[in-house]
Nanobody, 121 residues
């Protein structure tokens, strides 16, 4: 019922930059928060950044000062700007959205399919 479409992944050099996009569509009445997670090969999925509908942000220590999360509430879209990328940033990046049901006061979590980001010189 809710679908997330990711774009912007690919190969980037350490001196370059990359911006990931994730657009949510479907039966969405209200979004509580959106976020990005990543999973490197053979590793556990980890939090990268989150942002609420009001604009409050949260970042993993490993990406602070380099990554920037933002959103366009009108478009139900979340972005991740990747600056100063490092080889250890190489992973599959997954977006998610926390959809609010105001009648039942309940949140439902949906995930994107993932997009590959590879940092290499």
């Amino acid at each position: 019922q809710v679908q997330l479409v990711e774009s912007g992944g690919g190969l980037v050099q350490p001196g370059g930059s990359l911006r990931l996009s994730c657009a949510a569509s479907g039966s969405i009445f209200s979004i509580s928060a959106m976020g990005w997670y990543r999973q490197a090969a053979g590793e556990q999925r980890e939090l990268v950044a989150t942002i609420t509908s009001g604009g409050s942000t949260n970042y993993a220590d490993s990406v602070k000062g380099r990554f920037t999360i933002s959103r366009d509430n009108a478009k139900n879209t979340v972005y991740l700007q990747i600056a100063s990328p490092k080889p250890e940033d190489t992973a599959v990046y997954y977006c998610n959205v926390l959809v609010r049901d105001p009648y039942y006061s309940t949140d439902y979590l949906y995930w994107g399919q993932g997009t590959q980001v590879t940092v290499s010189s």
